[in-house]
């Protein structure tokens, strides 16, 4: 029922992920209004629904979301923690999504708050995990410090990167840099059991500098909304001036389109998350439906989970 398009593209976006991918699928909303897109698109009785007669607006954040014990959200949740779901898909707001998450299944010892994951493509033509990108907008630096494990912890697991480098995003490269907030952050990463590359800028992002940049999730969420809108903004120009061929235009833009990606792992929880792109349209959601079964079917959370267990955290 959430992000900018739903429940409409939400739900064409389900059916293609069963039809093309074989994922299976349980939609979670309002029954009568899922049923009727189900049914305009061919597909009734084809997936199951589980009615939640509660939807959280995109403008709720936080405690008001956790209260609307009805609501898609909480239905949704309650499935994975019953295990009759494997993992959980939402493109509704961050801030809800996490905060639910958090409510219905629990952070994974000793985590205090998730975090969201997404893989940026490199100029060296790997990726960079940027870490938080959007769950804790307000994090504590002992925070930020098990953001960084999760995130290393996810570039071995899922990118297949056999000893992560980690940077932290400040103002400057320097040691000491930044405000009080990174400056206790950068203390706590020198101790943590990773290859710790000190403080990063913002043109690291993208440059493959290190193989995961660390921030607070109100900075990392303008970080990827500001690559996301120089990246439109630089295609658009070349291609308005010719300065590349269309074929190289396209190749660039899908390398940073977040129908490439679906969505990004919301780490530190008990159960798999993939939170999409609010203004997320089918063939996005559909391949957020992939990455969600792709990560709960290799298990990421429990061997992220593991990965803690045998890491000191702050």
């Given amino acids: 029922m959430g992000g900018d398009?739903?429940?409409?593209?939400?739900?064409?976006?389900?059916?293609?992920?069963?039809?093309?991918?074989?994922?299976?699928?349980?939609?979670?909303?309002q029954a009568g209004v899922v049923r009727r897109e189900l049914a305009a698109l061919g597909a009734a009785g084809e997936i199951d629904v589980a009615h939640a007669a509660d939807v959280v607006p995109m403008t709720e954040r936080g405690a008001g979301a956790?209260?609307?014990?009805?609501?898609?959200?909480?239905?949704?949740?309650?499935l994975v923690r019953q295990c009759a779901g494997g993992a959980f898909?939402?493109?509704?707001?961050?801030?809800?999504?996490?905060?639910?998450?958090?409510?219905?299944l629990g952070t994974a010892p000793p985590v205090l708050r998730p975090a969201l994951a997404v893989a940026l493509p490199s100029a060296t033509?790997?990726?960079?995990?940027?870490?938080?990108?959007g769950a804790t907008a307000d994090p504590t630096a002992e925070m930020i410090s098990?953001?960084?494990?999760?995130?290393?912890?996810?570039?071995?697991?899922?990118?297949?990167?056999?000893?992560?480098?980690?940077?932290?995003?400040?103002?400057?490269?320097?040691?000491?840099?930044?405000?009080?907030?990174?400056?206790?952050?950068?203390?706590?990463?020198?101790?943590?059991?990773?290859?710790?590359?000190?403080?990063?800028?913002?043109?690291?992002?993208?440059?493959?500098t290190v193989d995961v940049i660390v921030t607070d999730g109100f900075t990392g969420n303008v970080v990827l909304k500001n690559v996301e809108g120089t990246v439109r903004a630089t295609l658009r120009l070349l291609a308005e001036t010719g300065g590349a061929s269309p074929e190289a235009l396209r190749e660039v833009?899908?390398?940073?389109?977040?129908?490439?990606?679906?969505?990004?792992?919301?780490?530190?929880?008990?159960?798999?998350?993939?939170?999409?792109?609010?203004?997320?349209?089918?063939?996005?959601?559909?391949?957020?439906?992939?990455?969600?079964?792709?990560?709960?079917?290799?298990?990421?959370v429990a061997r992220v989970r593991d990965h803690l267990a045998v890491r000191p955290v702050p």
């Fill in 5 to 29: 398009h739903g429940p409409a593209e939400v739900v064409r976006g389900a059916v293609q992920a069963h039809r093309e991918h074989g994922v299976r699928i349980v939609l979670v909303g």
């Fill in 66 to 78: 956790i209260a609307r014990t009805g609501s898609s959200l909480a239905v949704g949740f309650d």
């Fill in 89 to 104: 898909v939402s493109a509704g707001s961050t801030g809800a999504v996490a905060a639910c998450a958090v409510a219905r």
């Fill in 125 to 133: 033509g790997g990726a960079t995990v940027l870490i938080d990108a």
């Fill in 146 to 208: 098990q953001f960084a494990l999760l995130g290393a912890s996810y570039a071995q697991l899922v990118l297949a990167v056999p000893d992560p480098s980690v940077g932290l995003l400040s103002i400057g490269s320097e040691p000491g840099k930044g405000n009080r907030l990174t400056r206790r952050a950068e203390e706590l990463l020198r101790w943590l059991p990773f290859r710790f590359h000190g403080n990063v800028e913002g043109d690291d992002v993208l440059a493959g």
């Fill in 253 to 300: 833009a899908g390398r940073y389109d977040p129908e490439s990606h679906g969505g990004a792992a919301l780490l530190g929880l008990t159960g798999t998350v993939v939170v999409a792109h609010g203004s997320s349209r089918a063939p996005t959601i559909a391949r957020a439906c992939v990455v969600a079964r792709d990560l709960a079917e290799g298990q990421v």
